[in-house]
Nanobody
Framework: QVQLVESGGGLVQAGGSLRLSCVASGSIFSISGVNWYRQAPGRQRELVAGLTDARDGDITSYADSVKVRFTISRDNAKNTAYLQMYGLKPEDTGVYYC??????????????WGQGTQVTVSS
């Protein structure tokens, strides 16, 4: 069984920064992609940033609203993904979720979600 646990959320003033972490544990063989989503109160969950395996290195993508300000990365040795957020705005407030796709040690594919971590940006 594979699990994801996010951390790093909190309350920050506008213009501040946070780094979210997403740690995968369990019977992991490989992780092919990681995505960060967020959900603001009363709104649908939206994709913020994504990272995918590629031959020459990870391919990253970002929502237009966070380009330049957010950076997704991972440390394969630690089975950990990160979302570095700079220049935070009140509209970045929400619960941030990590989603990972991969294979377990039985070569079965998985797509799992973490429990989320709250980010609140005050104006």
């Amino acid at each position: 069984q594979v699990q994801l646990v996010e951390s790093g959320g909190g309350l920050v003033q506008a213009g501040g920064s946070l780094r979210l972490s997403c740690v995968a544990s369990g019977s992991i063989f490989s992780i092919s992609g990681v995505n960060w989503y967020r959900q603001a109160p009363g709104r649908q969950r939206e994709l913020v940033a994504g990272l995918t395996d590629a031959r020459d290195g990870d391919i990253t993508s970002y929502a237009d609203s966070v380009k330049v300000r957010f950076t997704i990365s991972r440390d394969n040795a630690k089975n950990t993904a990160y979302l570095q957020m700079y220049g935070l705005k009140p509209e970045d407030t929400g619960v941030y979720y990590c989603n990972a796709d991969g294979r377990n040690t039985r070569w079965m594919t998985f797509s799992i979600w973490g429990q989320g971590t709250q980010v609140t940006v005050s104006s």
